[in-house]
């Protein structure tokens, strides 16, 4: 079965660069955000995690604990991850998943059941291993983001996103394209504008399926 939007995120247990982790006590009562890499010592790759590691204050800051994977042992991990803190110019303060065995990709559905690792591989051979997953503390699957090996995730959109999805939990809002923090959001089709304006305020109704207000900070 495909994982969708809403379901409990696959429980696995796990070996990292910083020990054995069973995930979903590893989330705790936080967000979690998994991205996935097809190998180590990759260009793309490398830039994502340093990306990643430079972001992970800004991450806490919102509750929410940032986890790599990658296609490859523990120990090719550890000497990878002076590379991406080369890179970054800052540490990579976050456990990378060794997932040699492909147990998670294939859990996750970025792999088919079949799949195996041959001698000599290259990234070509686990390309699809390049899923971003956002999951609440509740263990749901809030997002699921997949990019192709020759384009780097934009880590500000997957922080954008996370602040859209906290935020949109304090009331009945959604958020409109190209949203930024701090900019209108929309009021929720099951509040009608007249309810809406008693709970929130001043509305723009720009149709009557389309109503912005400004969200209390």
Sequence with gaps: MALR???IAPNFTADTTEGQIDFHDWIGDSYAVLFSHPKDFTPVCTTEFGAAARLSGEFAKRNAKIIGLSVDPVEEH???KADIETYAGCDAS???IADDGLKVAKLYDMLPAEAYLPDGRTPNDSATVRTTFIINPDKKIELMLI????VGRNFDEILRVLDAIQGNKTGPFAT?????????????LSVSTE???AQFGEIE???PYLRKVKRAS
């Design 176 to 188: 409109p394209a190209n949203w930024r923090p701090g900019e209108d959001v929309i009021v929720g």
């Design 195 to 197: 309810d809406a304006r």
């Design 147 to 150: 990019y192709p090996m020759t």
């Design 94 to 96: 976050f456990p990378i």
């Design 205 to 207: 109704e720009i149709f």
């Design 78 to 80: 550890l000497k990878w």
């Design 5 to 7: 939007i809403n379901d």
